[in-house]
């Protein structure tokens, strides 16, 4: 209850930045939905930043994504783009989860090229 209302807080004069962490840490699934359609809704008013390990929530609900490891940026492209990165045998659930931890295991292997000039 306290995390929505910060959140609603936080978003009630539609600033043009709203950096937010762990959004939907203890959200039920239905409370997560909802949040995802708000993250959409705020992002066409403004600048959305989410730090979350739910890659899922980031998928589901952002149009830009970004990795970053080690306080360095890996990886930024579109939600398709980093399911695209994803090899089968990694790990993960769904081709979101697999694609932050082939990019992830490929940047602690020193195999990953990034492509991006970011």
């Known amino acids: 209850m306290l995390r929505r209302a ?3 807080c936080a ?3 539609e600033p043009e930045l709203l950096i937010l962490d762990e959004p939907t840490t203890g959200l039920d699934p ?3 939905a909802s949040f995802r ?3 959409r809704s705020h992002g066409t008013k403004g600048v959305v930043i989410v730090a979350t390990h739910m890659v899922e929530d980031v998928i589901a609900a952002c149009t830009d994504v970004a990795v970053m490891y080690g306080g360095r940026l890996v990886f930024r ?3 398709a783009q980093l399911e695209h990165a994803g090899i089968p045998e990694a790990l993960g659930d769904t081709p ?3 694609g932050y931890t082939t990019i992830l295991e490929r940047v602690r292997n020193h195999t990953y090229e990034k492509s991006s000039p970011y």
Do not use: Y
Request: overall charge neutral; proline content about 6%; aromatic content about 0%.
């Open 6 to 8: 910060g959140i609603a």
């Open 30 to 32: 239905e409370q997560r």
């Open 77 to 79: 492209g579109s939600p």
């Open 96 to 98: 979101g989860e697999r």
């Open 11 to 13: 978003i009630v004069n």
């Open 37 to 39: 359609g708000l993250l």
